[in-house]
């Protein structure tokens, strides 16, 4: 399906990292009983955005000519990219683990912060970055709107953003019927329906539920928009004790690259 192309939202001022509860505000119900009477937030979607450390720079720069030399060299795997390149394989960062240990750890790190803000209670998680890919896309190039099947959590990391809104990103309310109220004015005002525009900055990861439906508008400047799109397998294992974080290799057997 075609993405309708509206103009992406101003760049949120954002402290670092930050968990977004989008479309509704209150933390999971999970099976408590329900008050009569009172009013209970439901189905929220954590989103975490963690912003580029002092030091990114050095790190984009590095990845961005890797990724445009891979780019004019090797095969296009384009799956929801139109009009740009998206690299082979399934798991990039874990092509050349020496050069792209410092993107991966980012990575790795945007994935903790938002399973710590996000998992209430304590326990044991199992983590691996089970694919991930490059995107290069030139001017009026754009991403369809998809998903990640398959996977549990879902993110990017941002190499090149040149021009004001080049690395917008639209996340799509996944309840479908949102929008439906006869009044619009009232379902504007509850979040229903209303699709959130985020416009992100060169080093800035962000990390999503791989099931948040999400596409990416065009950009329209002269220079190419780059980034790594990832996906993760996350193992939960509730307990009493602070939640730890740990990563498994990669590199080991599963994961894909698979997009609706």
């Known amino acids: 399906m075609r993405p309708l192309l509206v103009p992406v939202a101003p760049h949120l001022q954002l402290c670092l990292p930050l968990t977004l509860l989008l ?38 720069t590095k990845l961005k000519e890797k990724l445009l030399e891979m780019a004019s060299t090797l095969p296009d795997d384009s799956k929801s990219n139109v009009g740009g390149w998206q690299s082979t394989g399934t798991n990039l960062l874990h092509s050349e683990p020496k050069f792209f240990s410092a993107a991966l750890k980012l990575c790795q790190d945007a994935i903790t912060s938002h399973l710590k803000q996000s998992i209430s209670g304590g326990g044991q998680v199992v983590a691996k970055v089970a694919a991930s890919w490059a995107n290069v896309n030139p001017g009026g190039a754009y991403n369809r709107m998809h998903t990640h099947p398959q996977s549990d959590l879902s993110g990017v990391l941002y190499v090149s953003c040149p021009g004001d809104a080049a690395c917008g990103i639209e996340l799509v309310d996944p309840r479908p019927m949102a929008s439906a109220q006869r009044s619009e004015s009232l379902h504007q005002s509850l979040d229903f329906g209303v699709d959130k525009g985020l416009r992100m900055k060169e080093g800035d990861v962000i990390v999503f539920p791989s099931w948040l439906s999400h596409w990416v508008p065009p950009h329209w400047d002269e220079l190419e928009r780059i980034s790594i799109a990832f996906n993760a397998e996350i193992d939960f294992r509730p307990g009493d004790e602070p939640l730890q974080v740990r990563f498994r290799d990669g590199r080991e057997s599963g994961g894909s690259k698979a997009e609706l």
Do not use: I
């Open 23 to 60: 479309l509704c505000t209150g933390a999971s119900a999970g099976k408590r009983s329900l008050d009569d009477g009172s009013l209970h937030q439901l189905w929220s979607t954590p989103v975490t955005l963690v912003e580029a450390s002092g030091d990114a720079q050095e790190l984009t």
